[in-house]
């Protein structure tokens, strides 16, 4: 399976991969199937229906059936975190300009993977930024892909989510042939709040993007998760949702907040026979789980 940081990699980005190594760690969204485009976008075709099929009788004819299809347009979109850094300020650390500059890129590369495993999530409309990719939210079948786990309070809830990744799937896309660069460090000239110049090294690191989802058939949700009684994550809340997946196609992971993943070990009888709580799960019906602080305890209820 290729990431993308098997992509900075090929392109032989040495300083960006292992910036994207290190803050890939705690974000398992981001450590998953990705390809490359050529452009900054492209499209897909998405069977939404099968075609009918019946048997016949001998001498008797019969109408022609197809499926349904729609195009689907998955575009990048331009992540550009720039950082600046007085020269009079950086030249006076004690380690040097190199080792400051270093760590303002390390923690720009954290920073984007944050907000990529956030729009991973929740796109552009429901709490990620406006100005990236559409999300899970924005793609999966909210009419046959989802259990109501009929949380109440309001602005408590969290998701759960179960996703197949793969070419047909659901997978990172990064355009302009997986640009991922960081350039190099110049001097420029820079205007404080009052309009005053200074000289301040400046870098960026440049990228391009985005999500395909192949198949509204290999996402589901679980949600309106609270702290309500009752309405925390349990099995058999998973157990609702896996069935929901047509036979032959199985999620690879589960997606949840750590309040989630509480919950389910809560929900588990102890075992054990000295009666010790049942330990944190790692997977529920055999799906791995991965736990991310970027799916959220506080999302709306009419999410």
């Avoid at 720009?108 to 929740?122: C, D, G, I, N, W």
């Avoid at 990744?165 to 205007?191: C, H, N, Y």
Wanted: charged letters at 20%; one cysteine or more; glycine letters at 8%.
């Amino acid at each position: 399976m290729t990431t993308l940081l098997d992509i900075a990699v090929m392109n032989g980005s040495d300083r960006v991969a292992g910036l994207i190594e290190e803050a890939t760690k705690a974000h398992p969204e981001i450590n998953r199937a990705a390809r490359t485009i050529k452009g900054r976008q492209y499209k897909t075709l998405v069977r939404t229906a099968n075609p009918t099929v019946s048997f016949r009788n001998a001498n008797e004819g019969q109408a022609g059936t197809k499926s349904t299809y729609e195009n689907r347009l998955v575009e990048t979109f331009i992540l550009n975190p720039r950082y600046e850094v007085d020269k009079a300020v950086a030249d006076s650390h004690e380690d040097g300009w190199e080792v400051l500059l270093t760590n303002e890129a390390s923690g720009h590369m954290e920073a984007s993977m944050v907000t990529l495993a956030k729009q991973f999530y929740y796109g552009a409309e429901n709490g990620g930024d406006a100005k990236g990719f559409p999300g899970l939210i924005d793609s999966y079948d909210a009419a046959n892909m989802v259990v109501d786990a009929a949380g109440t309070t309001a602005d408590t809830g969290s998701s759960v989510w179960a996703v197949k990744f793969g070419p047909k799937d659901v997978q990172w896309v990064a355009g302009q042939g997986g640009s991922f660069d960081e350039s190099d460090v110049t001097l420029q000239r820079i205007l404080d709040g009052d309009g005053n110049p200074y000289t301040a090294y400046c870098q960026e690191i440049l990228a391009y993007p985005g999500l395909q989802v192949g198949s509204v058939r290999s996402i589901g949700r679980i949600k309106k998760l609270t702290a309500d009684s009752g309405k925390g994550l349990t099995d058999a809340l998973v157990s609702q949702l896996l069935s929901k997946f047509e036979v032959g196609i199985k999620p690879d992971v589960l997606f949840m907040s750590r309040r989630s993943l509480q919950q389910l070990q809560a929900s588990r009888t102890a075992t054990t026979t000295t009666g010790a709580p049942a330990p944190f799960p790692e997977e529920s019906h055999k799906i791995p789980i991965a736990v991310t602080d970027a799916i959220l305890d506080t999302e709306s209820l009419t999410l």
